[in-house]
């Protein structure tokens, strides 16, 4: 599928590959964009249906799925870069450490002024919610987007549209509170008691808190399991370690070790990102275990894009593409000046300007020279010089030394690299 703009640049409803390939051969459209691939129609059009977008955030990748009501018609995989801005920022906490070492007697103490504001994200932490939001708000110019599905806790969206007071965990149970749970915590275990095996000869079977709720124990996927009514009895409010060798070696790794500070981290990004998409269009969320059952039922492999597709409680969607498009963001540069050696001193020449011959890192450009050993096409991201001779970075290899001159720019850089995938079967 391929993304259409209308003449004055409103999005549109995509179109297939075979009709972008006749509308550009005819003329009736213009090439806008390489990376997302998108055309621009020569006439006037106004956007007839909206479409709904999905995501399913993860530390180092996140999962991005674009359907309407019947079809899944794009797949991204949108890679972070939180790793390499903690890596970042722990050189730059030892070069200022380093400083206060020196003799600057005369410097005022500053160490006492910092403040953090309300709602402070980490960097790193900072920086993967910000993509997941740059991300929706640049397609919503490719694509109309109404509505967003994150995965998340469930809220009773129903009564709170019908003005219902809830208190609570009333936010998260409404009337299909379990609906589906009680089916995967069934399949997970395959119908049989957990603790004896079916030894007891009890047929009872029911849905049991591992780590009993008296004892801080959740309603979390990874604290229910199947018990027989016998052993329910026996095991009571009981631990593991108390209530058999064979309970501890199979769930012993249940045990709490997070503490509510920590799953406060985990979650803080995850809120500041729903938050920023809300005021963008209307946002839905989805609970992890109802993803893990969705996509357990259509027999889908363990991809981060059919996680995206399987977010919510409509997961039927036919697949309409055979591609996924693997964003990765690689920043926009540095603030240093120069680059040093291990010993503290310069080592490269402090750059004057972040552009060469009207050149950034980071640009795709379209080279063709006509000779030498470097002879032929090349398509990539450039890496400038200030020499003009700069390094193009292909889908195979970095081709070095290449003049300015035979450099065209496709596409501007926007701090992302995009490379194509075929999707698993």
Request: charged content about 25%; proline content about 3%.
């Amino acid at each position: 599928m391929v993304f259409v703009l209308s003449k004055n640049k409103k999005p549109l409803a995509p179109t297939s590959n075979a009709n972008a390939r006749v509308l550009l051969k005819k003329g009736k459209a213009v090439v806008h964009s390489l990376y997302p691939f998108v055309i621009r129609l020569k006439e006037y059009k106004e956007a007839t249906q909206c479409f709904e977008i999905k995501l399913d955030p993860g530390a180092t990748t996140t999962g991005v799925a674009i359907v309407n009501q019947e079809k899944a018609l794009f797949f991204f995989e949108l890679i972070h870069r939180g790793a390499s801005i903690k890596r970042s920022l722990d050189k730059r906490r030892g070069i200022r450490r380093a400083r206060r070492q020196r003799n600057t007697r005369y410097r005022a103490p500053r160490f006492l002024n910092r403040t953090r504001p309300q709602g402070w994200l980490a960097p790193s932490v900072k920086s993967r919610a910000d993509n997941v939001i740059n991300f929706v708000k640049k397609y919503q110019h490719f694509i109309p987007l109404s509505k967003a599905t994150i995965e998340r806790v469930s809220f009773d969206n129903s009564s709170m549209a019908q003005g219902q007071t809830l208190y609570g965990v009333e936010y998260q149970q409404g009337a299909l509170y379990q609906s589906k749970l009680r089916d995967f915590i069934f399949a997970k275990h395959g119908n049989t008691c957990v603790y004896c095996n079916g030894a007891s000869g009890d047929k009872k079977v029911e849905v049991e808190h591992i780590i009993s709720k008296s004892k801080g124990g959740t309603n979390s996927t990874h604290n229910l399991a199947l018990s027989c009514r016998t052993c329910n009895v026996k095991k009571g409010t009981l631990s593991l370690k108390a209530f058999g060798r064979v309970m501890q070696k199979d769930y012993s790794h249940l045990e709490p070790k997070a503490t509510p500070k920590h799953a406060a981290i985990v979650q803080s990004a995850r809120n500041y990102t729903i938050e920023s998409i809300a005021e963008l269009m209307k946002v839905e969320t989805g609970e992890g275990w109802e993803t893990s059952f969705n996509r357990n039922q259509r027999a889908l492999p363990k991809e981060h894009y059919y996680d995206a597709l399987c977010v919510g409680s409509k997961s039927d969607y036919a697949i309409a593409t055979s591609e996924v498009l693997e964003v990765k963001a690689q920043g926009r540069g540095s603030r240093q000046m120069c680059r040093m050696d291990r010993f503290g001193f310069p080592r490269t020449k402090a750059k004057e300007s972040k552009t060469v011959k009207g050149f950034q890192t980071g640009d795709i450009v379209k080279a063709v020279v006509p000779s030498g050993l470097k002879k032929g096409k090349h398509l990539g991201r450039v890496a400038i010089r200030e020499n003009g001779y700069f390094n193009i970075t292909t889908k195979d290899s970095t081709v070095q030394g290449i003049s300015h001159r035979h450099c065209k720019i496709i596409q501007k850089g926007d701090g992302y690299g995009y490379e194509h995938k075929t999707i698993s079967a």
